[in-house]
């Protein structure tokens, strides 16, 4: 049985980060040219996160996430892949990429056991596509997509974040991509992920924005959530051409339904995507611990769980005084992994 925090909320998904480096520097996540990345022998090794993995299966979770930075940088990703899609107990692993390597992979992702992809593609503009990620070819990322398919992946889901006056116009061209190739997009209301990205409330496109955008083209119809804990509002196209759906952290926080853990590449647990520290895990491990007392930490952090930051945000943001993001600080994106 699940573990609960002190909302009640369980443990049920895992989102692993197997390297906080990337090739890419897209500004809504880390916009810097440079970081002070983790040192190599501070990652945590294939067996320690399959160590991790077990244990945390064995607390309730059922999904797990690989993710990074870009996770396709960390070598022999299929090797790890392989190790988790066997764990006893283990209902989805799927894997969130910006699609640059994913067609020298996607068909060993796939025989690995990696059962869902999910690709970072915010516009269909080479030139802008320049402009946001600062570097890397969109080319390489749509080749990725299309490699993905040949190779059986289904659903694959296009995750666009929407920032105003940089790509809001793209949103009837990406719906219409994903619609023309069988693809799901959601869309990601622009997020004060970390603290390097300066975010600013006017920039974000709301969910009740981007739906009647679609709606003035497309017929669509609410759809809901694919599980009560999934964070996109899904929406059905009424000609039978699948789905949109909508990430709507900013204007509709869904805290009280989030049951997301999260690994970071050097082994510290993070309770939220907002949090601004992390419990060391890794430690435990290289000094010894055994598995009851590594699954007894994570049941003490997870029950004591009590974010609700999106919920906060909101709450401010109503306020006299308004939301003021740099009031608090948050690991940054890069560590954490989406």
């Given amino acids: 049985m699940a573990i609960r925090d002190s909302f009640k909320r369980a443990l049920e998904d895992l989102r692993i980060s197997v390297t906080d480096r990337c090739n890419l520097r897209c500004l ?9 990345w983790v040192e190599r022998r501070e990652l945590l090794t294939f067996e320690e996160i399959e160590r991790l993995a077990r244990l945390f299966i064995s607390l309730g979770a059922q999904k797990i996430c690989l993710t990074g930075g870009e996770p396709l940088l960390r070598r022999e990703i299929e090797v790890l892949a392989r190790k988790l899609a066997r764990l006893p107990g283990l209902g989805d692993l799927s894997l969130t990429t910006n699609g640059v390597l994913l067609a020298d992979h996607a068909t060993t992702l796939r025989e690995a056991g990696v059962k869902r992809i999910n ?27 299309e490699a ?9 889901k296009i995750n666009s974040v929407i920032e105003r006056g940089v790509n809001d116009d793209e949103i009837p061209d990406l719906v219409e991509f994903a619609r023309a190739n069988g693809y799901t997009v959601r869309f990601i209301e622009y997020m004060d992920v970390g603290n390097a990205n300066h975010w600013k409330l006017d920039r974000v496109v709301t969910k009740s924005e981007i739906v009647k955008r679609i709606s003035a083209r497309y017929a669509v119809e609410p759809a809901g959530r694919e599980d009560a804990s999934a964070p996109a509002d899904n929406f059905r196209f009424l000609d039978g051409k699948g789905e949109f759906g909508v990430v709507a952290s900013v204007t509709e926080p869904f805290c009280r339904a989030c049951t997301r853990a999260r690994l970071t590449a050097d082994g510290n647990l ?11 895990l890794k430690g435990l491990m290289r000094a010894g611990a055994s598995d009851e007392t590594i699954t007894g930490r994570i049941r003490e952090i997870w029950k004591k769980r009590a974010d609700r930051f999106s919920e906060e945000r909101f709450e401010a943001m109503k306020s006299p005084e308004g939301y003021q993001p740099e009031g608090r600080r948050k690991i940054e994106m890069i560590v954490l992994g989406g």
């Fill in 28 to 36: 809504y996540c880390m916009p810097l040219a440079e970081y002070d």
């Fill in 119 to 145: 690709v970072s593609l915010d516009t269909l503009k080479p030139e802008r596509f320049r402009q946001i990620a600062q570097r890397g070819e969109l080319e390489k990322v749509l080749a990725g997509i």
């Fill in 148 to 156: 993905a398919r040949l190779a059986g992946f289904k659903p694959i």
């Fill in 270 to 280: 993070v309770t939220c995507l907002f949090s601004d520290c992390g419990h060391d």
